[in-house]
């Protein structure tokens, strides 16, 4: 789940659960939640069509199964990277 948290001069957006320490340098951390946070960034800097965009192309690939192992459900899994690129190539 994307989240953030605002203040009166500063604001954090990043996934509710925080950082996946464990995942480092492993590929396999799931990279949507962390990218839906930059859709709520966008969006508060009334850059909506933006937003709304990121927040599309997450669902296209939720949609596709372009999804990482936890996600996978016993479909094809992918690689953070991978997963960024098909983000990236498809928004």
Avoid at 63 to 71: H, K, N, Q, R
Wanted: net charge negative; aromatic share 6%.
């Amino acid at each position: 789940m994307p989240s953030s948290s605002v203040g009166s001069k500063v604001s954090l957006y990043e996934p509710i659960h925080g950082s996946y320490p464990q995942a480092a340098g492993k590929d396999i951390a799931n990279p949507l939640a962390t990218v839906l946070s930059a859709a709520m960034l966008f969006e508060d800097m009334d850059l909506t069509a933006e937003a709304q965009a990121i927040r599309d192309v997450v669902n296209k690939s939720l949609a596709e199964g372009f999804v990482t192992e936890d996600l996978a459900e016993g479909g094809k899994a992918y690689k953070t990277s991978e997963v960024g690129d098909w983000l990236a190539k498809n928004i």
